[in-house]
């Protein structure tokens, strides 16, 4: 059987927005349950991401390592970012976001994956780019601040991140998602039948 997610949209009799942020915000809906009773969600309003696990020639992954505040951890993810310049194609963020976190270029891109991290609570779609061919950067290093100022950078196989995920020692939805993903694809059609770098995204059908 053949099983894909599908848009649908219930009715909503009332929406506020009670707080706003600097890149998100809160909303407040009223939506009409399937037996005509009315229930409130409050959710993340957010302007979605890309990420990009990059692969090397020797399978590594290009990974980086910082402090995220919210959960007091130091993670080791993928480069990252959010989708907050407007009109911003998410392939040119994704390529934007190599430079600026690890000064790399890709080649070859491809479509990963595209998931909704925590749909029950945050509008985020999410979109994991592979990137292959790397080779360093031109020109000057991006001159990061605040947490990216104290990032570390290493090359891990995939292996090693599979390993490190089931053992519950990485967390990073990205990461994990994107290195499953990348192992299950190089065990079925291989890299090359992954969907082109400008594929549709259906998951982010609306403004948010």
Same mark, same amino acid.
């Given at each position: 059987?053949?099983?894909?997610?599908?848009?649908?949209?219930?009715?909503?009799?009332?929406?506020?927005? /009670?707080?706003?942020?600097?890149?998100? !915000?809160?909303?407040?809906?009223?939506?009409?349950?399937?037996?005509?009773?009315?229930?409130? #969600?409050? $959710?993340?309003?957010?302007?979605?991401?890309?990420?990009?696990?990059?692969?090397?020639?020797?399978?590594?992954?290009?990974?980086?390592?910082?402090?995220?505040?919210?959960? #007091?951890?130091?993670?080791?993810?993928?480069?990252?970012?959010?989708?907050?310049? /407007?009109?911003?194609?998410?392939?040119?963020?994704?390529?934007?976001?190599?430079?600026?976190?690890?000064?790399?270029?890709?080649?070859?891109?491809?479509?990963?994956?595209?998931? $909704? /991290?925590?749909?029950?609570?945050?509008?985020?779609?999410?979109?994991?780019?592979?990137? #292959?061919?790397? !080779?360093?950067?031109?020109?000057?290093?991006?001159?990061? !601040?605040?947490?990216?100022?104290?990032?570390?950078?290493?090359?891990?196989?995939?292996?090693?991140?599979?390993?490190?995920?089931?053992?519950?020692?990485?967390?990073?939805?990205?990461?994990?998602?994107?290195?499953?993903?990348?192992?299950?694809?190089?065990?079925?059609?291989?890299?090359?039948?992954?969907?082109?770098?400008?594929?549709?995204? /259906?998951?982010?059908?609306?403004?948010?």
């Amino acid at each position: 059987m053949a099983i894909k997610d599908t848009p649908e949209e219930w009715q909503v009799t009332a929406t506020a927005t /009670p707080f706003r942020g600097n890149k998100t !915000s809160v909303r407040t809906d009223d939506v009409v349950m399937p037996d005509g009773r009315v229930a409130r #969600r409050d $959710y993340q309003v957010h302007p979605g991401s890309v990420a990009v696990l990059a692969l090397d020639d020797e399978g590594r992954v290009l990974v980086l390592r910082q402090y995220r505040h919210p959960v #007091r951890h130091k993670l080791w993810e993928i480069p990252a970012g959010l989708l907050d310049v /407007p009109g911003e194609n998410p392939l040119h963020a994704a390529q934007r976001e190599l430079y600026e976190e690890a000064h790399v270029k890709a080649e070859d891109w491809r479509v990963l994956v595209d998931v $909704y /991290p925590t749909p029950g609570g945050c509008d985020e779609a999410v979109r994991i780019f592979l990137a #292959r061919d790397l !080779s360093e950067a031109e020109g000057e290093r991006f001159e990061v !601040s605040e947490e990216e100022a104290d990032m570390e950078l290493a090359r891990v196989s995939l292996d090693e991140l599979i390993r490190g995920a089931l053992a519950g020692d990485l967390h990073n939805n990205c990461l994990v998602v994107g290195a499953l993903a990348a192992t299950a694809a190089l065990a079925g059609d291989g890299l090359d039948a992954l969907r082109p770098a400008e594929a549709p995204w /259906p998951a982010r059908p609306f403004d948010a």
